[in-house]
């Protein structure tokens, strides 16, 4: 048998920043000394960091100039690359089943197929949530892929030149509008509020001089809890809603979406809220992908784990990020579905992969909440930091919040291609910064 076929081989399912950042470290240590054989499967053949899908959605970012090929990752850092979506697992012969890959024109490019493994990390992220809203599916758009980022893009730049001449709604003063409701106040429902006001003043400036960039793209974030960022403290909310309503975008708090239809959202209360285009950002699920697979799952579908992140009935299956539910003994709760959450895993799982093929015991995964941080664009940035070098939490805006936001991307960057390439990276977005539109335009 030759050493690849004698490999222990670990295949991770998900190429998001946890799974791309594990099989990354994973190649240049197991991969390319040959002492395992490692597989990243994933049903897209791109990656992009999905924290940034609310800019591509604004258009003040280039999904091209940020996306990475899966291949290409691969062929630097020694690991193998399967596209397709992972369909079941047959635990008894240790297989996984892929689905048939297929062109934009439906022709099949890989067909249906099955991979062997010997350690499996499943790192598939999750999905929006409709609750079963009548209409939510069908009218309002989902942020979950740069596909979906990119067709609401194009919607909101045709709406706003239809309005520019004459062929959209008019307002009751009269004036040409666009309507945009984003459903949910959590961090990219705000996200992409303070960014869409962003792209408004720029569209102003190209050309839609008809449309006052304030007054007539009118922008409503609508929220069912009582306040919006409800996962982050109070004062962060509270400060967040202050500048909101600087920038001119409405916030309805404790109004529980009841329907969406193509023009409008209703709510319980008997609010109208007109609408050109919706998006959804109220709330997230896990795959239903996993409640298939045969094991123990949470009541939101995530795959239940221990403190080594293993499955609590197949100890040769590991999952983390938004698709584990990982115990949080501190808190006694949970692992919150957040990126910090999967960086940290995705950093212990790496070392604990590594002892578990010398064939030492697991540790144990303990979660650092190092808080939170909200970009509202070019405008500001809001947050809370913890952890021991403050003793506790501090609040932090403006400035420093948007450098230290700026800086989360850039650490992923770093673990996925080292110092040199990320600094060159950093100065070669700078400079097409200086040479290209600020919003996407067509």
Not at 45 to 54: A, E, G, M, N, S
Not at 413 to 439: E, F, N
Request: net charge neutral; hydrophobic share 45%; proline share 5%.
């Amino acid at each position: 048998m030759s050493t690849e076929a004698r490999a222990h081989r670990i295949i991770v399912v998900g190429g998001g920043a946890g799974g791309l950042e594990l099989v990354t470290r994973l190649g240049d240590k197991l991969g390319k000394s040959g002492a395992a054989q490692v597989v990243l499967v994933d049903r897209s053949p791109t990656h992009i960091w999905k924290p940034l899908l609310h800019e591509v959605a604004a258009g003040s970012m280039d999904p091209n100039t940020h996306q990475l090929e899966y291949v290409a990752q691969a062929r630097w850092h020694d690991f193998e690359f399967q596209q397709g979506e992972l369909t079941g697992i047959d635990r008894a012969r240790k297989t996984i089943s892929v689905a048939a890959c297929v062109d934009l024109d439906g022709m099949e490019l890989l067909p249906a197929r099955e991979l062997p493994y010997d350690t499996l990390v499943l790192a598939i992220g999750c999905v929006t949530h409709f609750f079963g809203v009548p209409g939510a599916a069908a009218n309002a758009i989902a942020l979950d892929t740069v596909a979906q980022a990119e067709r609401f893009r194009r919607r909101l730049i045709a709406a706003c030149v239809r309005a520019q001449n004459g062929g959209g709604r008019v307002g009751a003063d009269g004036r040409p509008c666009v309507d945009v409701a984003i459903i949910g106040a959590g961090a990219t429902g705000v996200e992409l509020s303070a960014e869409l006001r962003n792209t408004a003043h720029v569209l102003s400036a190209y050309g839609l001089h008809q449309l006052d960039p304030r007054r007539d793209v009118r922008i409503h974030v609508i929220e069912a809890g009582p306040r919006i960022l409800p996962a982050l403290s109070e004062r962060v909310s509270t400060e967040t809603t202050k500048l909101l309503h600087k920038l001119g975008i409405d916030v309805f708090t404790a109004e529980r979406v009841t329907e969406v239809t193509t023009d409008a959202v209703l709510t319980a209360s008997g609010k109208r809220i007109d609408a050109d285009l919706t998006v959804w950002a109220a709330g997230i699920t896990a795959p239903p992908v996993l409640a298939t697979l045969g094991l123990p799952v949470s009541r939101m579908g995530q795959i239940v784990v221990g403190p080594t992140l293993q499955s609590e009935t197949d100890p040769d299956i590991f999952a983390f990020g938004d698709c584990a539910s990982c115990p949080w003994p501190e808190k006694q709760g949970t692992v919150p579905p957040r990126a910090q959450a999967a960086h940290q895993q995705a950093t212990f799982l790496y070392g604990a992969l590594c002892a578990r093929l010398a064939g030492k015991p697991l540790p144990a995964f303990q979660f650092k909440d190092l808080g939170s941080l909200v970009s509202l664009g070019h405008f500001s940035a809001v947050g809370s930091l913890m952890g021991g070098l403050i003793g506790g939490s501090m609040f932090i805006e403006g400035l420093m919040a948007r450098v230290m936001y700026t800086s989360l991307y850039r650490m992923h960057v770093l673990a996925l291609h080292g110092a040199v390439r990320m600094a060159l990276d950093t100065v070669t977005h700078w400079l097409r910064s200086k040479t290209s539109p600020r919003v996407k335009l067509h």
